[in-house]
Each structure stands twice: as structure tokens, then as C-alpha cells.
């Protein structure tokens, strides 16, 4: 079993929708939750951060944490053009490290 | 403000020829560093973390190696370059991992 899953895709969303990509690990006892986002060609960016149960929201983007279901999600509302990438799940739970999932690609259509 | 450079951008370089790629970070001190692979289409695979000045932790046996001769660079390093070898190379630091990596901006290096 895959320490933290992704969903490959492409997910494919038409533009203003809301985009939901979700992700599941599998260390209960994981203290941190981020995405990244990557364009092609690009480095990873941090664009969420979530701690605790329930959902934080920055702007167009929600985090979405169930730690008793080990679920972790990304919802974008109204998306763009712009929003086209791959989002990485990553869960930090011990060690020094942080778990990456493989990433889902996202592509809005115009 | 933290920021981490990582270079060169692009290499091309021969099978059976070294590799040195070098990271720093500004800004921090005794921060977390790690060395990711990310081949065409894949997702991130760790090759080397260190919490400390000549502390390195492999993930992956290889032909790569990683040291930290300075408490902010870090450096990537292979004595013969196979065709494998070939990928983007992400350098990453952390001053707590409860707030996440910041990446820096990647080498990617082709093997010919």
C-alpha cells in the first residue's frame, strides 16, 4: 500500500467550475497536510497547508482534512486556465521527511 | 527572507562522466535538506535528507551520492552518469516540517 495515493488523472474541468481532487494516506498518525502545486517544466509550489479537521480556506482554495477517514482534499473554485498543473498530496507524519503522492493532473478547459 | 538556489539549470552531460550539483540556502540556519529525482511524467522520489553539517540519509541505493560540507549547501554528486540517471533534480530545505519544503527551482539534467 501507497503511503499517500493520488488519483493520476487528467481531471478535466470546464472553466468556473469548482475542481476537487482528492488524496488518502496511510499513517494515522500524520501531523501535516500540504499541496503542492507544479506546472510543467516547473518546481513544486506550496499553495495549502492544514493541521487540524475541517476545512481552511486562502482565497479560491479550500483544504479539506478527515483524519479519521485519512482524507485530504483540494477544492478550487471558479477555476482558471491558469489553475492547469499537477497537484502533489504530501503528508508529513515522521522521520524527517515529508510524503509525496504521484500527483494528479488537472486541466481546465476553456 | 529564506531562499534557496540550486544550479545549474540545464546539463547535458555523457554516460560515464561525473555530476556535481550544488544547492544553498540564505536566510536560516541548520535547516532540513533534501535531494528529489522526478523523472518525465513521474512523481517525486527522495534520494538523500540531512538534519545536520555531515549528517546524509539515502532513500535509494545508487550510484549518487550527497554531502553537506557547510550547514546550508548541500551537494549531489555521482563518480559515472548512467542513461538512468537522467531527470529533474530538486533540491528542498525545511526549518520545521510541520510547514512544509520550499523547493528550489530544479536542474534538469539529461544523460546522452
Known amino acids: 500500500q501507497k503511503e499517500v495515493e493520488q488519483n493520476s488523472g487528467p481531471l478535466s474541468v470546464p472553466e468556473g467550475a469548482i475542481a476537487s481532487l482528492n488524496c488518502t494516506y496511510s499513517?494515522?498518525?500524520?501531523?501535516?497536510f500540504f499541496w503542492y502545486r507544479q506546472y510543467s517544466g516547473k518546481s513544486p509550489e506550496l499553495i495549502m497547508s492544514?493541521?487540524?479537521?475541517g476545512d481552511k480556506e486562502d482565497g479560491r482554495f479550500t483544504a479539506q482534512l478527515n483524519k479519521a477517514s485519512q482524507y485530504v482534499s483540494l477544492l478550487i473554485r471558479d477555476s482558471q486556465p491558469s489553475d492547469s498543473a499537477t497537484y502533489l498530496c504530501?503528508?508529513?507524519?515522521?522521520?524527517?521527511?515529508?510524503?509525496f503522492g504521484s500527483g494528479t493532473r488537472l486541466s481546465i478547459r476553456p | 527572507s529564506q531562499t534557496i538556489h540550486q544550479w545549474p539549470a540545464t546539463l547535458v552531460q555523457p554516460v560515464g562522466s561525473p555530476l556535481s550539483l550544488e544547492c544553498t540556502v540564505e536566510?536560516?540556519?541548520?535547516?532540513?535538506l533534501y535531494w528529489y529525482r522526478q523523472a518525465a511524467g513521474r512523481g517525486l522520489q527522495l534520494l538523500f535528507y540531512?538534519?545536520?553539517?555531515?549528517?546524509i540519509s539515502s532513500e535509494v541505493p545508487q550510484n549518487l551520492s550527497a554531502s553537506r560540507p557547510q550547514d546550508r549547501q548541500f551537494i549531489l554528486s555521482s563518480k559515472k552518469l548512467l542513461l538512468s540517471d537522467s531527470g529533474f533534480y530538486l533540491c528542498?530545505?525545511?526549518?520545521?516540517?510541520?510547514?512544509?519544503?520550499?523547493f528550489g527551482s530544479g536542474t534538469r539534467l539529461t544523460v546522452v
Open positions: 492544514i493541521y487540524s479537521n
Open positions: 504530501a503528508v508529513y507524519s515522521s522521520a524527517s521527511k515529508i510524503i
Open positions: 528542498a530545505w525545511a526549518s520545521s516540517l510541520g510547514y512544509g519544503y520550499t
Open positions: 536566510g536560516t540556519s541548520n535547516p532540513n
Open positions: 540531512s538534519v545536520g553539517i555531515g549528517q
Open positions: 499513517d494515522r498518525g500524520s501531523q501535516s
